[in-house]
């Protein structure tokens, strides 16, 4: 036993060494060939190749690096260009308008990760073979003889900038752009700690759940891509430094949107200081980049298309839309299944749309989960009546803030009568920042009912610009497009479903 022992402690000396040694003559060369700025010969597994010959003049000037081949597990992968060559590709197809320097100036940092992870993806076991290859045979052997602690050689990014300005759209061009058989995932923050949460429930009894969990996470994806990192809620803000202590040390890579800089994160909350770890750990795992634009492209989009009603009593008029959505189909209550055994009364529904009046979505108890369970199961949401916001109704803002960035990442449709513009709604809700600025009125006497309705809160303050250019957006021609072509391709993946049922 005490041989066994010896020959485990050299084996593991060796391969540490090894590792280090492979790292160090990574790092060397990386520097040496200064990220993405690289000639072709000190990148031997990023050749060009002819393709860059072939590229319009706008790649070259910006000294792209192309399409490259990845060999993993002996299957050779062609990789895509890369986030800049699509970018411009993008471009020149007319899907996207050509960004300013902001967006540029992230897209090399994506290019120079994406650069980073295709040379170290060996180290980084981002390959799913060959990561499953090695579970399958000798995962008990390694688990236990080889240091669990193996952070990746890549470091994560963190962006975060203002509404609208393209970073979920460059993050996912960047996602995209990776071999599909690589462990990566890119997910909504909500969802990822809804699913973080209801695994907690599962291990429930396990001396360290969160390890458990991590190391679950960590098994299925490398790579992890959260759009819109933000924390509000306490029982997230206590487990996040724990969760990704656990994560990060089993190798895993963040890459992350937030309309907040890390150090704003999760600002005036409940017992804040016991988060302030987290932000040290963010930022030790990941470089952190601000998008400094202020264009918000949502702002591009075509005029309205005549979904959002401005009365202040509108009643009746949304169920007559709704009931011209649902032509010749009968609307009837409904329940819609939700996390961990939870229902959801739908009050109204058919042909995929839901009726809600808005107290019975936004002024009850109801989450994040109750709204992906929501639009999993109906893709139009016809809400009446929403209100102003203000002090006296502040939960309710929370919740429609929520349900707006659901129902925009799940691209679903909102038919909706309100009391306001999206401007309008949230005029009453500031930052600490903003209540500052505002200019104090002189006399109690001249103070008007608005005033005392003010609702001074950073989280929600920041938070309602995305909801207002989300409303906005939604409303648009080119996302009610985005919205047809999703339902169009939901009813191919259907069809090709009932098909192969039926076959079999
Ligand atoms: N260069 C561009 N050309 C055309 N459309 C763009 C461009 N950049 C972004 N967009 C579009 O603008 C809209 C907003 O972009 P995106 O959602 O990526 O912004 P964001 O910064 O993540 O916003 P938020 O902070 O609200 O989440 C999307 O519809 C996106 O496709």
Known sequence: MRTFILYVRQFRSAFQHRRYSFLSDLSRRQKVSGNWQTSD???????????????????VTRNLVTDSAIVANGVKEVSRAGPLV??????AEGELVDGDNCQVGTLRELQRLYDDLVMSANACSLDRYAASEKAGRSRWLWSRFIPQSSYSPV?????????????????????????????????????FMLDVHSRLQRHKGVADPLEVVAGEISDEAVLLCLDEFMVTDVADALILNRLFRHLFSNGCILVSTSNRAPDKLYEGGLQRDLFLPFISTLKERCIIHEIGSSIDYRKMTSAEQGFYFIEKDASGLVKQKFQYLIGEHTAVPQEVEVVMGRKLQVPLGANGCAYFPFEDLCDKPLGAADYFGLFKKFHTLALEGVPIFGLHNRSAAYRFVTLVDVMYENKGRLLCTAEGSPLQL??????????????????????????FDLCV????????????????????????????????????????????????
């Open 41 to 59: 010969a000190s990148k031997p597994l990023h050749n060009a190749g002819i393709a860059r010959y072939l590229l319009p003049v706008s790649m």
């Open 86 to 91: 699509e970018y411009d590709r993008r471009i």
């Open 457 to 504: 809160d950073n989280e929600l303050g920041f938070a309602k610009d995305r909801t207002i250019s989300r409303l906005t957006e939604m409303n648009s021609k080119e996302y009610l497009e985005q919205h047809a072509a999703m339902l169009a391709e939901k009813q191919l993946s259907q069809d090709d479903g009932d098909e192969k049922a039926l076959q079999a």
């Open 155 to 191: 470091k994560g990014l963190y962006l975060y900038g203002g509404v609208g300005t393209g970073k979920t759209m460059l993050m996912d061009l960047f996602f995209n752009q990776l071999p599909d058989s690589w462990r990566k995932r890119r997910i909504h923050f909500h969802d």
């Open 426 to 451: 949230f005029e009453r809700i500031v930052t600490i920042a903003d209540a500052q600025n505002m200019a104090p009125r002189t006399s109690s006497r001249s103070r008007k009912n608005d005033d």
